[in-house]
């Protein structure tokens, strides 16, 4: 899922397998319009099980996306922040 202006780019269409860029259940174009219970629902319904954030939403469209409880989400990249906080873990070195 990513905003609509991430489908201008090509590669995107070789994605979508000949359905328009950011119409395919597995690619959708998601804006503020954009019914994100039923976006999820049909992503859902290709087998997917996690929904993979790419660029070009404002985070509150991603943290409605992922409350929809599908069993993950990721990001692509530094495009979106982190949508809840990361736990530190303190590292310590093996000892020599």
């Known amino acids: ?8 780019d090509p590669r995107t269409h ?3 397998f000949g359905v328009t860029p950011g119409q395919a259940p597995w690619m959708k174009a998601i804006d503020a319009r954009t019914d994100i219970r039923e976006a999820v629902t049909l992503a859902k319904g290709t087998s997917a099980t996690a929904i993979k954030i790419y660029a070009n939403l404002p985070p509150d469209l991603v ?18 922040r982190s949508i809840r906080p990361r736990r530190r873990r303190c590292w310590t070195p093996a000892p020599m």
Do not use: E, L, N
Not at 1 to 8: E, H, R
Not at 63 to 80: C, D, E, F, L, Q
């Open 1 to 8: 899922m990513a905003g609509p202006s991430f489908f201008v």
């Open 14 to 16: 070789a994605a979508t």
């Open 63 to 80: 943290k409605k996306i992922a409350a929809r409880r599908i069993a993950r989400a990721w990001r692509s990249g530094p495009t979106v």
